[in-house]
């Protein structure tokens, strides 16, 4: 089984329309079709910026595909300012992050939040990147494979085999994000086997072999071709890189 690259770059609550526009230009013109043919590439830009990227996308027709930061689990209904799955499928969205640890810490979505958003991605045709991870005091504690595996099951129990091996989970240790200090390569396959265990637990061993594991924690030019080069790591979510360009495209282009 082939995993095909998943390179996504989480921009948060980064750039206006116009500086997305800007950004994802010049993110096609140091990509490739080579470049495309072996990695997914996905920009997830604030919810202000998903129509012009779209239309940038379209218009010029590029293989940069679009996400999502976040989503409620409704179709439609009185959540004000809430956002919903069908409106980000209508816009072109294809991936949706989901569980990220800013949401969950900053906003406060617990597993059951980020189980009934998962499944409404995955209702909507849309791929979810759910994001998993553990705290600092919790790695301490050894209690690593514990959180993520509970996190990653929580989130992904009631989905068939199928749906299973479409997903993607990222890996993002949360004492990772935004700090400079990357996790280490074999602990960060050491996290994706947990992970894909969980996968094999509720859809076999079919769906554990093809869902994509990333990982994502302070990714940059310097550090991705050793994530790549673990067989367990199948691509990268890239918060502060992914802002530029050039560092965003250099990942994507981590063999270069
Ligand atoms: P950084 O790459 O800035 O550490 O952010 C990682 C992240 O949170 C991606 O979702």
Redesign the pocket.
């Known amino acids: 089984m082939t995993r095909r690259d998943l390179i996504a770059g989480?921009w948060?609550m980064n750039a206006t329309h116009l500086e997305a526009i800007q950004m994802v230009q010049k993110l096609s013109y140091r990509l490739d079709p080579a470049d495309h043919e072996r990695v997914d590439v996905v920009v997830c830009p604030a919810f202000t910026a998903l129509r012009s990227v779209q239309t940038v996308i379209e218009a010029d027709h590029l293989r940069i595909q679009l996400g999502a930061q976040n989503v409620h689990w409704e179709e439609s209904g009185p959540y004000t300012g809430e956002v919903s799955p069908l409106m980000l499928s209508r816009l072109g969205v294809r991936f949706v992050?989901v569980g990220?640890?800013?949401r969950r810490q900053v906003f406060g979505e617990d597993d059951t939040v980020v189980a009934r958003k998962l499944k409404a991605v995955v209702a909507t045709g849309m791929t979810p990147i759910l994001?998993v991870g553990e705290t600092l005091d919790q790695r301490d504690r050894g209690e690593t494979d514990e959180v993520i595996g509970a996190q990653a099951r929580t989130a992904l129990r009631g989905l068939d085999a199928d749906q299973l091996g479409r997903m993607a989970v990222?890996y993002?240790p949360i004492w990772?994000?935004?700090?400079g200090h990357?996790a280490d390569p074999d602990t960060a396959a050491a996290a994706a086997l947990v992970i894909r265990a969980v996968v094999s637990e509720l859809g076999g061993l079919e769906a554990a072999a093809a869902a994509r594991i990333l990982y994502?924690?302070?990714?940059?030019p310097g550090n991705i071709s050793a994530f790549m080069a673990k067989r367990e790591i199948d691509g990268a979510?890239?918060?502060?890189?992914?802002l530029d360009p050039d560092q965003f495209a250099a990942i994507v282009r981590y063999w270069v």
Do not use: M, Q, R
């Not at 990772?176 to 700090?179: D, E, L, Y």
């Not at 994502?216 to 940059?220: L, M, Y």
């Not at 979510?237 to 992914?242: N, P």
């Open positions: 989480n948060k992050i990220h640890s800013e994001a990222a993002e990772a994000i935004g700090t990357n994502g924690g302070s990714v940059n979510l890239v918060g502060g890189a992914s």
